[in-house]
């Protein structure tokens, strides 16, 4: 079956510097584009940033942009978010999804999900 396993959250000071990781399995990981979200408590899950299956194409939610960088290596079936000058309103659960031919910003256009990480940045 389908898993993406999300790593790399943590505790981290404003201004401070994080990489998330997430390892897809069961599905031909070049085929799908891959997304990035977040979920603050109380607040509904947004949309962070977005990757095409090549990697050649990219987008990112105005609130990342110029600080968050998403990538792919498809040959180890990984997709990252390099996230830089962190402020303490990016404390989420932050989730990869995957999505078939696609690369969207909306929560419903993705086919699987992640369990998600914690990331926490104080002030």
């Known amino acids: 079956q389908v898993q993406l396993v999300e790593s790399g959250g943590g505790l981290v000071q404003a201004g401070g510097s994080l990489r998330l990781s997430c390892a897809a399995s069961?599905?031909?990981?070049?085929?799908?584009?891959m997304g990035w979200f977040r979920q603050a408590p109380g607040k509904e899950r947004e949309f962070v940033a977005a990757?095409?299956?090549?990697?050649?194409?990219?987008y990112y939610a105005d609130s990342v942009k110029g600080r968050f960088t998403i990538s792919r290596d498809n040959a180890k079936n990984t997709v990252y978010l390099q996230m830089n000058s962190l402020k303490p309103e990016d404390t989420a659960v932050y989730y990869c999804?995957?999505?078939?031919?696609?690369?969207?910003?909306?929560?419903?256009?993705?086919?699987?999900w992640g369990q998600g990480t914690q990331v926490t940045v104080s002030s």
């Open positions: 069961g599905l031909i990981f070049s085929t799908y584009g």
């Open positions: 990757i095409s299956w090549s990697g050649a194409g990219t």
């Open positions: 999804a995957a999505e078939k031919g696609r690369w969207s910003r909306g929560v419903d256009e993705y086919d699987y």
